[in-house]
Structures are given as C-alpha cells and as structure tokens.
C-alpha cells in the first residue's frame, strides 16, 4: 500500500489533498496515514505466526505515540511496549489493557517501577542488578519479567541506533557471570517469575540473518540455563529494528517471507537443543508508522553560497527533524504543488534553528523551488514527533491522522502558551 498519491498539482493521502490540510492548520505539520499504519498493524501480525508457537507484537511506543496512537494499537490487537513513565501513562490513560504492557528500558526509576506494578503491567523487562533492587524493593504482587540481553550481535545499521554491540549501554552480556547471578536472584524470589529474555539488536535492520544470528544465540542461552542452571524460559523478544525505506537506497526485507523463516529457524533450533517452544515475541516500531507520515513545510528564502551550494530554507527545523543531525539519515521530498516535475538541481533543505547542523536533506533533487511553495518529506512518522523538542523555542507541529473517511487533528500544534506554561519568574 502506498501512504501517499502523487499528482501533476498536489499530493493525497487517501482521498485527502495535502493542499486542504496546510490552508486549515498551517505548516510545519505533520501528517499520518492512518490506514496505511493499520495495514502495516495487520501485515506483521499475519505475518509474525506460527503454527508450533504462541507470538506477540509489541508496538514500540517510542516510534510515536499519541492517545490517539494507543487506540489504534489495541484496534488492532497489539500489545504495547513503553520505556517510560510518559509512555506508561499515555498508555493508561488510553484504557489500554496494562497486561498486555510491556516496560523496558536501561534505568528505570523507583516511580517508574513503582507506577508499573500498580497498573499491574504483564511484564517488567529488568535490565540491571541495581533495577533489580528497586524492583525487589517495592514488589507488592507477583510479577512476571524478562532480563534484557546483549549478545553482541553487529546488526550493521548505524553506531547510534545499533544496541548490542559489546559496549552498548542497554542489558546484561550473555557471556558474564554478573548475568546469570541476576537471573538466579529472580529465580529465587518468591514474588518474581522469570519468564525469558529480551534483546533488541538495533534499527533499521535489512539482513534477516541478523535476527537469526540473534536467535541463536538466546537460544543457546537458554539451553545453558536449562541444563547448567535449571532454569527454565518460557518467553523470547526479539526486539523491533525491521529496516523501512527512507530513499531508493533502503531495500527493506519482506516480513511475509523471512518471519515465518526467523520461526522455523527458532522451531529447528528449539528441537536440536532440547527446549519447549517457547512464547516469540518482537517490538516494531518505525516499521509500523515511519512510512506512513510526512512532514509539511512552507519554503522560504533559497541561498546559493559563495562555494556554490544551494540552501532552500523550510519554517521547521532540527527541532522537529532531527535525525539527520542524529543519525546522517536520508530522506526523500517533493514540491507539494508540483511533485511530478522534473528536479533541476540538488538542493541542500536547512531549517531556521540557530545551528549549522540544521539539515533536514543534505542533498534533495527538486525543481527550482518558489517562495510559498511547500515540500513534503516522505517518511517521517517515526522518531520525527516522538523527538521533537522546543529548541530555539520553536513549537511543535500539530499531527493530522487521515483516514479513508476523514482528516483529524490528534496533536494539536503547540502554541507559545503552552510554551510558557512551565516557566516561573
Ligand atoms: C528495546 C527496543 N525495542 C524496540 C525498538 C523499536 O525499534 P524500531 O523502531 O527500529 O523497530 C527499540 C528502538 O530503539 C528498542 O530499543
């Protein structure tokens, strides 16, 4: 499914001209496909099964989340994973069912804790000995966990958004004794039910061996507490990190296929180590909603410098793009008013933040681009909103959900009330 329609004199999303949308709410702005994220909801659900095992999706909050977000999510039957009180709470306050919440991250807080197992969430992923203190420390009920990983696995995706290279920051090494120390505490404790393992390799991922790779070495793991330990796991999370195509570069891998490989790898695995089949789960986030948003911006002054590079100047900035500065990512973008003619040159799109690094594309093909007009970079549904922040005082965008029935506000644009509603004299 495409998330978006060119034509000669406009872009749709769905049956809705973009045009309409930046004359009722202004620019910057960001736009949703909501239909396209339901699809992409369904695709990896059907995808992700197995005949031999029960599977999970978990939603990764952190991509984007809205009230809104959450609804959809349980719409269409995902659980939901959150690092954060914010998340948490969103989450709540969407009425989303809290046992099928999973909350990870590298250092949760005794409130974050604490909040999680008031809202009885279905699982607590323990990262480390200190976090598993503080969970022992204010436990009040039974609680079923995971133990994040790091097996060392190079997902070959950027430094950044790669999470189990040896030194990352994120879980316990498979090959340290530190580990199994902590697993075993769990084990023992009589409110805690260690249920499996935890991993997540990295973003924007395209080779499935990486997964497999992955997989076997949890497995393994599981084999040496079985047999060493006497521990037995009934839960394996592969982590999200599924690639999405930002720019003809990215060639993302077909979920239909190599899911049900990943499972009967998992299966064959499974019967040559000896270990029950147990319960699959992964996280996607940008796989489910980066594809299906696009930031609008109204084009200002052009620049052509005395070294002969080409700015076009758009109203938004790295505060509301901000992973090109974070990750060199690439995007691809369009004239809003003319998106099917031919580019005449490469353009560099900066923001108006006060930062050299303000690029939103280092190197964009368009056609001459006019004051007034507007572009569209495809693409940005993931860690766009999620990541937006109020540098330079620049206010967040609103974020528009479009239906094949209708287009709705589901963020509204900050204004400079909101802005200044914290600040004290
Ligand atoms: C633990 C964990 N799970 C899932 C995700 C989602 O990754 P992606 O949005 O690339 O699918 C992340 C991203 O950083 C993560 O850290």
């Not at 809290?98 to 409130?111: A, C, E, M, P, W």
């Not at 039974?142 to 430094?159: F, I, K, M, S």
């Not at 075993?184 to 061996?209: K, M, T, V, W, Y």
């Not at 299966?267 to 992964?282: G, K």
Request: hydrophobic share 40%.
């Amino acid at each position: 499914m495409n998330p978006t329609t060119l034509l000669p004199s406009t872009i749709l999303m769905n049956q809705v001209d973009l045009k309409t949308l930046i004359q009722e709410h202004g620019t910057p702005l960001y736009v949703m496909n909501e239909s396209y994220i339901r699809h992409q909801a369904q695709l990896f659900k059907a995808s992700f099964q197995h005949a031999s095992f029960q599977t999970e999706i978990f939603y990764a909050s952190k991509a984007f989340l809205t009230l809104a977000m959450v609804k959809l999510i349980e719409e269409e039957g995902l659980s939901l994973d959150v690092v954060s009180l914010g998340e948490l709470m969103t989450a709540i306050k969407a009425g989303f069912p809290s046992q099928r919440i999973l909350f990870h991250g590298n250092n949760k807080t005794l409130l974050e804790l604490q909040t999680a197992l008031k809202h009885k969430v279905g699982l607590i992923v323990v990262d480390n000995p200190h976090e598993l203190d503080l969970l022992m420390s204010c436990l009040t009920h039974p609680q079923d966990v995971l133990v994040r990983l790091n097996p060392g696995v190079e997902a070959h995706t950027h430094e950044y958004i790669s999470t189990t290279k040896h030194d990352s920051k994120f879980g316990m090494s498979i090959y340290s004794g530190e580990t199994i120390e902590m697993i075993e505490r769990i084990h023992n404790h009589e409110l805690l039910n260690f249920c499996g393992l935890h991993c997540h390799i990295g973003s924007q991922i395209f080779d499935p061996a990486s997964f497999q790779k992955e997989a076997y070495l949890l497995l393994e793991f599981m084999k040496k507490l079985k047999e060493k330990h006497l521990i037995l796991t009934s839960h394996l999370n592969l982590g999200g990190g599924f690639g999405v195509r930002y720019t003809e570069e990215d060639d993302p891998f077909d979920i239909q296929i190599h899911f049900k490989s990943i499972l009967n790898f998992i299966q064959t695995t499974c019967d040559a180590f000896n270990l029950d089949y147990p319960r699959v789960s992964i996280e996607p986030g940008r796989s489910i909603v980066a594809q299906a948003g696009v930031t609008i911006y109204s084009i200002g002054a052009t620049k052509t410098t005395h070294s002969g590079k080409q700015f076009v100047f758009v109203d938004g900035s790295m505060a509301d793009h901000i992973r090109t500065a974070l990750y060199q990512a690439k995007y691809e973008a369009k004239i809003l008013e003319r998106p099917l003619v031919e580019p005449q040159a490469v353009y560099s799109i900066a923001g108006k933040a006060c930062e050299t690094g303000d690029i939103l594309i280092h190197e964009c093909a368009l056609p001459l681009p006019q004051v007034n007009e507007h572009l569209v970079v495809f693409t940005t549904g993931a860690y766009h909103y999620s990541m937006a922040s109020n540098y330079n005082r620049l206010l967040k965008p609103a974020v528009i959900f479009v239906s094949e029935k209708e287009a709705r506000v589901i963020v509204k644009a900050q204004t400079i009330d909101d802005l200044l509603g914290l600040d004290v004299v």
